[in-house]
């Protein structure tokens, strides 16, 4: 069997999450690689990957003509991958419907071939499930498959002539530039939730991050109030984390959000109500006001 991953590249570097939708893909046999746009290099490099197909003419990601081109190579794989980023979401559940056949999202564990488990009520059971479909089409949840290395692979290239869509325009991307590791990947995470209270208290997350080279991330009902951008939401309806530490700043704990950081090594939970819900999931809990502990723990580090 032959699996095709969906692999992004971004500032010429493969993404964390497609290094792992590699190392899951490799469990099926040999693994062909897909970039959009450029980066096809940077796919080569990757071990386990045996050819890269490059399709240069589409550098925006765009959902419908990338479905289109996949569904047209579909025939020679058994499985088609890709992370559950938002790319690998907004791509792949299209090319399912195009090939008639059931996607399976955020994938944590792969049994063998044709069975595979992924999260339910919102990360709340586990569901294993088994798939008759000829082409099975998924999604990987990165933090559970160890990513391949960046570098030790030499695949052949192959340049694919991108298919023109009348279905989509590119009108424009808006990117946040900053040196902080990305929420999916870090070691570290801290987040704060709405008991930050405003946009600027926010800034109290930064000096620790930088003392422990932590991502910074946001609770749902701290972006809903603006104080973080949506980039910066971790959770059922954000970024699924799983990092060594995560500490959670003013975060009552709400089950969308505990979806997407509850399997995190180790969490901290700095609160002032001591009946807030992370306080059952953290194995270190601070019952105080954040504004009092954040400059303490800053100190301390």
Do not use: C, W
């Amino acid at each position: 069997m032959t699996a095709l991953v969906l692999v992004e590249v971004e500032n010429g570097a493969v993404r964390q999450a497609s290094r792992s939708a590699v190392a899951a893909a490799s469990r099926f046999g040999d693994v062909d690689a897909i970039v959009f746009g450029e980066g096809a290099e940077a796919a080569a490099a990757l071990p386990r990957v045996t050819r890269v197909l490059s399709v240069p003419g589409l550098v925006n990601d765009l959902a419908e003509p990338a479905a289109d081109l996949l569904a047209t190579r579909a025939k020679d794989y058994s499985h088609i991958v890709a992370a559950a980023s938002a790319t690998g979401k907004n791509i792949l559940p299209r090319l399912a419907g195009l090939l008639d056949v059931q996607p399976i999202p955020d994938v944590v564990e792969i049994k063998d071939a044709d069975t595979f488990v992924r999260p339910i009520y919102a990360g709340n059971a586990l569901a294993t499930v088994r798939s008759s479909d000829s082409i099975k089409v998924l999604t990987i949840r990165g933090s559970n498959f160890d990513p391949v290395a960046a570098e030790g692979g030499s695949a052949a290239v192959e340049t694919v002539e991108a298919p023109v869509s009348e279905k989509s325009v590119f009108v424009k991307v808006e990117l946040s530039a900053s040196d902080r590791p990305e929420l999916e990947s870090a070691r570290v995470v801290i987040s704060g939730g709405k008991g930050m209270k405003d946009a600027a208290n926010f800034k109290l997350l930064e000096p620790i991050a930088d003392k422990l080279h932590a991502a910074i991330g946001a609770s749902r009902a701290a972006v809903d109030s603006g104080f973080a951008p949506n980039e910066m939401q971790v959770g059922q309806t954000g970024k699924i984390v799983a990092p060594e530490l995560y500490i959670a700043v003013g975060l009552s704990g709400a089950i969308q959000h505990l979806a997407g950081m509850k399997d995190s090594r180790v969490i901290v939970a700095i609160n002032a109500d001591p009946e807030a819900p992370i306080f059952k999931v953290a194995d270190y809990g601070i019952v105080g006001d954040l504004f009092e502990v954040l400059p303490e723990l800053e100190k301390a580090l």
